[in-house]
């Protein structure tokens, strides 16, 4: 995938039989994920202008350009949608995208290498950083918290991490 586009939601199937779709936001605001002007399947093969219909469980229910029928929304189940990184806001210096944390270089306080950030996983409650690497057994979730992270160098390609005991 281009690192000039960011996930910003998901198409979880269709919401009735008009074509609407229900729509996943993976944005801090939610109802953001509109403005960011034509979405792309990760392909880029697909790109669809939003409208937001109204709230519902998990998400909205939305209007894509393009799509007019039931069969073609369920077509398009589990199609993620990236914006161009251009269109997304800045964020604060302690705020980052979670395109930009995956993949990053782990160490320890003692600046030894501990693996490498496989993803980062958003239960709800906070998120949570999965952690592999060489000598570890299974990955390790560690809460992306400023106290287990006091470091994140997104220039050098690196986490500093100082977690609780016993996690590693």
């Known amino acids: ?69 039931k069969e073609a929304a369920d077509a398009l189940r589990g199609t993620r949608l990236y914006a161009p990184r251009e269109a997304l806001p800045s964020l604060p210096d302690d705020e980052f995208y979670h395109a930009d944390l995956i993949g990053l270089d782990v160490f320890d306080a003692g600046g030894a290498q501990v693996g490498r950030i496989k993803a980062v996983l958003d239960h709800g409650a906070g998120d949570l950083l999965e952690i592999e690497g060489p000598e570890l ?15 994140v160098d997104l220039a050098a390609g690196r986490i500093v991490i100082d977690p609780p005991e016993g996690v590693f």
């Open 137 to 151: 057994k299974a990955s390790v979730l560690l809460p992306f918290t400023q106290a287990n992270v006091p470091t």
């Open 1 to 69: 995938m281009s690192e000039d586009r960011i996930c910003v939601g998901a198409i979880a199937g269709a919401f009735g039989v008009g074509g609407l779709v229900r729509l996943k936001s993976f944005c801090a605001d939610p109802e953001a994920i509109a403005s960011y002007g034509p979405l792309r399947s990760e392909d880029g093969s697909k790109s669809f202008e939003i409208t937001i219909e109204t709230p519902i469980k998990s998400g909205f229910s939305a209007r894509l350009t393009g799509i007019a029928t």
